[in-house]
């Protein structure tokens, strides 16, 4: 069954501290793995994505990567405003099915 | 374009009612999603479609969940009889060619 696990569930930085999030994907046919953010009260936003294994994508203070298991999302020197929910999603080739990860809530302090 | 438009934004209704929540996808896009979002199991997919077909109704909860696409620019999600339990966050969403899929605003739905 297709699946996309993430983590941490919630990470808590300092404005300023880097670090990264993980989504570990079992994708049958992989067509493409998704990065979305998510404010309270709104719909998933989209923000990256990534079709083969050592592809990148920058964005702002944001970089994705991905391998033949899984995703990084990697936050540079956050800033407040980054403060939200992260989904990964992963949309497979053979049913087209875009199944989501539980995301991890980011909050970034002052 | 205006992106995906959901109606209405907030439902508040009596168990036993039939819910009915609208979207339109974006012009163009071949693939709608219906998702339903709760705090316990994040972001669920229902049903999606292509090309006005449903693929895969497997996440639909029970028999009381039904979806339509009668035409290309307008898709239906229906509850009936709606339960305390179906409380959530409905999504919908469109994509082209299985890339990237956009999201509407959703529906916040209660139901008492």
């Known amino acids: 069954e297709d699946q996309v696990t993430q983590s941490p569930e919630a990470l808590r930085l300092q404005e300023g501290e880097s670090s990264s999030l993980n989504c570990s994907y079992t994708v049958s046919g992989l067509r493409g793995l998704f990065w979305y953010r998510q404010d309270p009260g709104k719909g998933p936003e989209f923000l990256f994505t990534?079709?083969?294994a050592g592809e990148e994508k920058e964005k702002e203070r944001l970089k994705a990567t991905l391998t033949k298991k899984e995703s990084f999302l990697h936050i540079t020197a956050p800033k407040p405003e980054d403060s939200a929910t992260y989904l990964c999603?992963?949309?497979?080739?053979?049913?087209?099915?875009?199944?989501f990860g539980q995301g991890t809530t980011l909050q970034v302090k002052p | 374009d205006a992106g995906v438009i959901q109606s209405p934004r907030h439902e508040v209704t009596e168990m036993g009612q039939e819910v009915t929540l609208r979207c339109k996808p974006i012009?163009?896009?071949?693939?709608l999603f219906w998702y339903r979002q709760t705090m316990m199991r994040g972001l669920e997919l229902l049903i999606y479609f292509n090309n006005n077909v449903p693929i895969d109704d497997s996440g639909m909860p029970e028999d009381r969940f039904s979806a339509k696409m009668p035409n290309a620019s307008f898709s239906t999600l229906k509850i009936q009889p709606s339960e305390p339990r179906d409380s959530a966050v409905y999504f919908c969403?469109?994509?082209?060619?299985?890339?990237?899929?956009?999201f509407g605003q959703g529906t916040r739905l209660t139901v008492v």
């Open positions: 012009s163009g896009h071949d693939y």
């Open positions: 990534l079709y083969s």
């Open positions: 969403a469109s994509s082209l060619l299985s890339t990237e899929a956009f």
């Open positions: 999603a992963g949309i497979s080739s053979n049913t087209g099915k875009l199944i």
